[in-house]
């Protein structure tokens, strides 16, 4: 290879200049010539092997496995990879996972055997996913029995499972939560409307999943303790 090295060590590539700025000597000449070359010579020859792809079809290098000649990778493998991936700190129901390998074309086969290993030990557990998060959503969501059954089922967790689960919460339970949730939005529906007042809470319950009549009566103690006369309102729906 040619570098700027080998220029400074040979004295006979440099040239001596005359007083008119002319180059003397038969190492300028050399020097010349080599620049002068067309493409035939040395250095172009040089500069298009360092350029030229290193596959023999002339394409770009590829590292995937069938380029490399490498088998396919075991769709068991791949199943698990996914499932892993998707439970790292994120609880999922089998039916979640088994969409999620359906979506990445794994063969059912496969998918079912990752699966159900995963609920041997313990990976998949669609009971306590479900308690969890009737916990976590009716606590911090303000969530009614009706509501949560109805994430629960497009969580595709079986009816059975979504039956034991909400039904840890009782009656007096959702009236409670009820009741707090109506305080803590009063304040703001001060100024308008007795019916409106009404209207607007109650639909608020409801939009939670709690039952009609439960958020009437709700509604209405609500506003009696403010002083609001509820007496004539009806008992119609919102």
Known sequence: MYGADQYEEDPSAVGVRDGGGARHGDGGARRAGGRSRGPGGGRGRRRRERTEPSTEDGGVPSSSRAE?????????????????????????????????????????????????????????????????????????????????????????????????????????????????????????????????????????????GYPEGMALRVVRQALEEEGEDTEFLGDEGF
């Open 68 to 208: 490399k000649g490498e088998p396919p990778r075991d769709p068991v493998e791949q199943a698990r990879a996914i499932c892993l991936r998707l439970l790292t700190g994120t609880p999922r129901t089998r039916s979640q996972l088994a969409d999620a390998l359906r979506k990445r074309e794994i063969p059912d086969e496969a998918a079912e055997e990752v699966l159900s290993r995963f609920e041997e030990v313990g990976l998949i557990n669609d009971s306590a996913f479900a308690d969890a998060w009737v916990d976590s959503r009716h606590h911090g969501r303000g969530l009614a029995r009706r509501a949560l059954a109805r994430e629960l089922r497009t969580k595709g967790v079986d009816a059975t499972l979504i039956d034991a689960a909400v039904s840890r919460l009782d009656s007096e339970q959702e009236e409670e939560t009820a009741r707090e949730l109506v305080a803590r939005k009063l304040r703001a529906t001060r100024g308008l409307d007795r019916d409106k007042r009404l209207r607007r809470l109650a639909g608020m319950l409801a939009r939670k």
